[in-house]
C-alpha cells in the first residue's frame, strides 16, 4: 500500500501574543482519508491552531504547508448571526458556493437536516445548526475538512449520530478531517488520531494510545474531576487525594 | 401646486432614503449603528475644516469622513482599546474639534443647526447633483460588494476560507459608508443620519425574508417617511430633518403592529 498523500502539514508552528505562547512547536500531518482530532482543556490552542493550519492566522515562527490547491471545507464554531439578518438555509448554503439547487437537497438529506431547507437560520436547532454547517462545508467537495467542535451544542445522541456522520463522510469521500473536541470519549470511536494539546503536544497518537498515556491521563483526570466538581459535595476537595478520579473511572 | 424648494426637498429627501435602505440594513446586520454614528460626527470636522481652507464644504467633509473610515478600519485591528471605545474616543473628539474650530474662526458665521440636523428645504441644484452624483456610485459599488458583504456578515473567517478578500471588501464598504454619511447629512444632519439609516431598516426587517427585500423595503419605507416627514413640515411648521425621522420612527411603531414575517412554518415535518 502506497503511502497516502499528505495534504497538510504544520512544523514547528509557534504562536506567541504578548508574553503567553498560544502555541509551542507543534507538528501536525494530515493525510488524506485520515481523521485527527485535537482534544484538551479550555485555552489549550485548540481553535488557534486550527486557525494558523486554515491560514487565517499566521504562527510567530514555525511553517505550515497545505497541498496546493486543496480544497477545504471549514465549520466554523458557532455562528452569530443577528436576528435582524433574514437567511434561510437555502441561501447560507447557496452563497459563496455555485452550487445548484440540486445538489443542496441530496447534500441535507446526507447530513440529515433537509426538512430545515427554507426555514430561518435563527430558527434552527444546536443539532440541525451543526448539520447545516456541515453540509455548507461539504458542498465544496473538500479534500480537506477542518471541523471546529462540530458537536458543540447537541445532546449525547445527537453527538453518537454527528461522529458517526463524519465517519462517513471520510469513507465516502476519502477526505481527510481535522477536528477540535472538547468531548474526551464519543469522539474517540470516530477518530484515527488524537493530538494532546495544551499550548504544546501533551501526547499524541491512536486513541487507544492515547488513554493510556501518563500525560493524557493525568490531563483528563483533572478534567473529569474538574467537571465532577459541579456535583461535588465537598467544595475543598483537593486533586492529589483525589486519586479515584485519575484512573479515568469517572470516564463516561 | 408645489413650491419649487419644496420638490427639490423631496427629491434629495428621496435620493437619500434609497441610499440609506440597503446601507441601513448592512448597519444593522452588522451592528454598525455606532461607527455610522462616529462617522457622521467626524462630518462636522469637515465642515470646519473647509472653512478654515476655503474647499467646497461637502468635498471637505467626504474627505474627513473617508480619512477617518481609514482610521478606524487600521484601529480596530488593534487589541488595546475595545472598539466601541475607540469608536466614542473618534466620534466625540471630531465633533467637538469641529465645533471649537467653527467657533474660532473668525467673520464666518455658521448655521450650525442646519448642519446638526439638517436643512432639507435649503437642498439646491448642486446638492441634488451631489446626492444623485454620489449616491448613484456609491448604490453600484454596494451592488458590486453585495455577495461578499452578505458573506462576511454571514461569518468572516469562513467568508475567508472560501475565497472572499475580507480586509479589501471591509475596506471598501467602509469607505462606501463615508461617503453615504457625507452626502446624507444635508438631508437630515449629522446628528440624525444613523437615524435614517437604521430605522428604515429595522422597520422593513418584519417584512422581509430575504437581505435583499430588506435592503428594497427599507428604501422604500424611507422614502414615504422623507415624503410625510417633509409634508408634515410644511403643514405644521416643524424643522424638517427632525420630522423626517418622526415620520420615520412613526412608521417603524406602525410596523410593529403587523406580525413578523418569518416563513417559520414552512418546516417540514417528517
Excluded at chain 1, 485527527?36 to 485555552?43: A, E, K, Q
Excluded at chain 2, 467657533?103 to 447633483?129: C, E, H, K, P, T
Excluded at chain 2, 435592503?215 to 417633509?230: D, K, Q, T
Excluded at chain 2, 423626517?244 to 418546516?267: D, K, T, Y
Aim: hydrophobic share 50%; glycine share 10%; proline share 4%.
Amino acid at each position: 500500500m502506497s503511502s497516502p498523500e499528505i495534504l497538510l502539514e504544520l512544523t514547528a508552528i509557534t504562536l506567541i501574543r504578548g508574553r503567553r505562547h498560544l502555541l509551542q512547536d507543534i507538528d501536525l500531518q494530515l493525510a488524506r482519508g485520515e481523521i485527527v482530532t485535537l482534544i484538551g482543556p479550555n485555552g489549550a490552542g485548540k481553535t488557534t491552531l486550527l486557525r494558523v493550519a486554515l491560514g487565517l492566522l499566521a504562527p510567530t515562527s514555525g511553517e505550515v504547508q497545505r497541498k496546493a490547491g486543496v480544497r477545504i471545507g471549514y465549520m466554523p464554531q458557532q455562528l452569530q448571526i443577528d436576528p435582524t439578518f433574514p437567511l434561510t438555509v437555502k441561501r447560507f448554503l447557496a452563497m459563496n458556493n455555485r452550487a445548484q439547487q440540486e445538489r443542496m437537497l441530496p447534500l441535507l438529506e446526507e447530513v440529515g437536516a433537509d426538512q430545515v431547507l427554507d426555514s430561518p437560520l435563527q430558527n434552527l436547532s444546536g443539532g440541525e445548526m451543526q448539520r447545516v454547517l456541515l453540509a455548507r462545508a461539504l458542498l465544496r467537495e473538500p479534500e480537506l475538512l477542518v471541523l471546529d467542535e462540530p458537536v458543540q451544542g447537541v445532546d449525547v445522541h445527537g453527538q453518537i449520530d454527528l461522529y458517526q456522520l463524519i465517519s462517513r463522510v471520510r469513507e465516502q469521500r476519502n477526505c481527510a478531517v481535522l477536528m477540535v473536541s472538547h468531548d474526551l470519549h464519543l469522539v474517540m470511536s470516530a477518530t484515527d488520531r488524537v493530538l494532546c494539546l495544551n499550548g504544546h503536544i501533551c501526547c499524541s497518537g491512536t486513541p487507544e494510545a492515547v488513554t493510556s498515556n501518563p500525560a493524557f491521563i493525568e490531563m483528563f483526570g483533572l478534567q473529569a474531576i474538574e467537571s465532577l466538581a459541579i456535583y461535588s459535595h465537598d467544595k475543598n476537595h483537593r486533586h492529589d487525594n483525589c486519586s479515584g478520579c485519575k484512573d479515568g473511572s469517572h470516564a463516561r | 401646486m408645489l413650491d419649487d424648494f419644496v420638490l427639490r426637498a423631496l427629491l434629495g429627501g428621496v435620493g437619500v432614503a434609497l441610499i440609506a435602505g440597503p446601507f441601513g440594513s448592512f448597519v444593522v446586520w452588522r451592528r454598525l449603528a455606532y461607527f455610522g454614528d462616529t462617522m457622521a460626527h467626524s462630518a462636522l470636522l469637515g465642515v470646519a475644516l473647509g472653512f478654515l481652507l476655503h474647499l467646497n464644504l461637502t468635498f471637505a467633509v467626504i474627505l474627513v469622513c473617508q480619512m477617518l473610515a481609514l482610521l478606524l478600519f487600521f484601529g480596530q485591528r488593534q487589541r488595546f482599546l475595545a472598539s466601541d471605545t475607540l469608536l466614542g474616543i473618534f466620534s466625540h473628539g471630531a465633533l467637538s474639534i469641529g465645533l471649537v474650530v467653527l467657533a474660532s474662526l473668525d467673520g464666518v458665521r455658521v448655521d450650525l443647526m442646519a448642519y446638526l440636523f439638517g436643512d432639507i428645504l435649503a437642498v439646491g441644484r448642486a446638492d441634488l447633483g451631489w446626492i444623485f452624483g454620489v449616491g448613484g456610485v456609491v448604490l453600484a459599488g454596494l451592488l458590486w460588494l453585495w455577495r461578499p458583504l452578505l458573506a462576511i456578515t454571514v461569518h468572516e473567517d469562513l467568508a475567508r476560507v472560501e475565497g472572499v478578500a475580507v480586509d479589501r471588501v471591509n475596506a471598501a464598504f467602509l469607505l462606501l459608508i463615508a461617503l453615504t454619511v457625507a452626502i446624507m447629512m444635508k438631508v437630515v444632519g449629522l446628528l440624525l443620519v444613523t437615524s435614517l439609516l437604521i430605522i428604515p431598516a429595522a422597520t422593513a426587517r418584519r417584512f422581509a425574508c430575504t437581505p435583499e427585500i430588506m435592503a428594497v423595503f427599507a428604501s422604500l419605507i424611507g422614502c414615504c417617511a422623507v415624503g410625510v416627514g417633509i409634508y408634515g413640515s410644511f403643514h405644521f411648521d416643524t424643522p424638517a430633518g427632525p420630522s423626517v425621522v418622526v415620520a420615520a420612527s412613526l412608521l417603524f411603531l406602525l410596523g410593529l403592529l403587523f406580525p413578523q414575517r418569518v416563513n417559520e412554518g414552512s418546516r417540514k415535518v417528517r
